[in-house]
């Protein structure tokens, strides 16, 4: 593994390559979870396959990447990290940059939004409905990376300190929270313990939103500084984290790692003990993978491959959910399956390629589109150093990606559209600007 900022040839594209397949994982797993519903040839609403498959739960256990995300990035980040702190210079200029660079473009991505919600008003919003709060629900992720970013300088310090430690720890206040939450008063109970803690609010869970997500951040520090590695301990992580899942399920914790399931339970909202063995399993493929991986990257075409696809990871995120209106639209007009039905309905894996394909096809143009626009734009933006803009840019980013995830693209987006153009004007430099 290499630090942040290396280019060229002296890249590790290991990490690369992870982030590259774990969104990879996210896009085609968001369109496969997405079914659109048709009355008569016009589609009427969306359902998603966790409410209609069991499996499909059970297959979260790997398609649930977002613990990978953040491990990688931690990972990449801790060498540069740390040699701020040694240098004196002050971290929070440092997660300026990175809120706006996060800002800029989820600017274009709402703005987009506003224009759908209000043409949608004067047209009757037929396909906009069913896909209103779908469009901005990714945008949750956005949150939590950009808020345990900024707790990095203190993971690493803390690596520093504890070594691996520091994650015990980390899973032992995750673990005080949901026994909390859960009300928990004998040992016995503890058999119980996913149950009792989702069956009702958040409460005191939602510490866990900050705390269970700083675990694969602490792992990425750890990894990146060799504390672990090799086959055969990705091999026994693997099988630990399928073991804690079992017995995480076992006590009551849903099954599936993402959204809520039909007794309003949830493993993400606020996150759950059951979320740690995910991390288990996915650091454990890291470790496993990594040898035919850096193999299969020292490839001729392979480390190109990976390069385009993460030049096309934010774009592709943020606006993979919106090829799914014109994929939609032209699924009606040809008559395709889009709609086949249920799981075990004859046709239904058929309906998903035919839904697959459409949106693959739809997400080109719109890429293109936007690369096409952010080509246009000054790429090289310095972030401001006050601390005081720092603060507020950052509570705007946090506002409009609240409000946007919360209230949909309408009225959500619209709002939200006003408070990330603050947030980007409040986190740049522009006594540099002027310059």
Known sequence: MTSEGQSGSNRDRYPDALRAGALMVVVFGHWIATLPRLDEGRLVATDHILDLWFAAGVMTWVVQVVPLFVFVSAAVSADGVARRLAQGHDQMHWWAGRALGLARPTVTYLAALTAFALISMYTGGRLLSPFNHSLTVHLWFLIMLITVQALLPLSVEADRRYGLKAVVGL????????????????????????????????????????????????????????????????????????????????????????????????????????????????VGLVLFCERPMRWLLSLKHAAGTVTFLGALGMPLYLWHKLAELPAAWVGERLGAPIDAGDPGDPGFWLGRLVWLVLCSVMVAPVLAAVVSFELTRNREVAPTTSTAAIVAGGMALMIALVVSLVAGALPGAVIGLFAIIAASWLLRDHQSAKS
């Open 171 to 282: 899973i032992v206040l995750a673990a005080v929270v949901d026994i909390l939450r859960a009300g928990v008063r004998s040992p016995g109970e503890l058999l119980q313990l996913g149950e009792l803690a989702t069956s009702g609010g958040g409460g005191i869970g939602w510490l866990n939103a900050l705390i269970i997500w700083l675990i694969p951040q602490q792992l990425g520090i750890a990894w990146k500084r060799g504390r672990f590695a090799g086959t055969w301990t990705g091999l026994g992580l693997v099988v630990f984290g399928a073991l804690w899942l079992s017995a995480t399920t076992g006590s009551g914790y849903p099954v599936a790692m993402v959204g809520v399931d039909l007794e309003g339970r949830s493993n993400l909202l606020p996150p759950t003990l059951a979320l740690i063995g995910v991390m288990w399993v996915q």
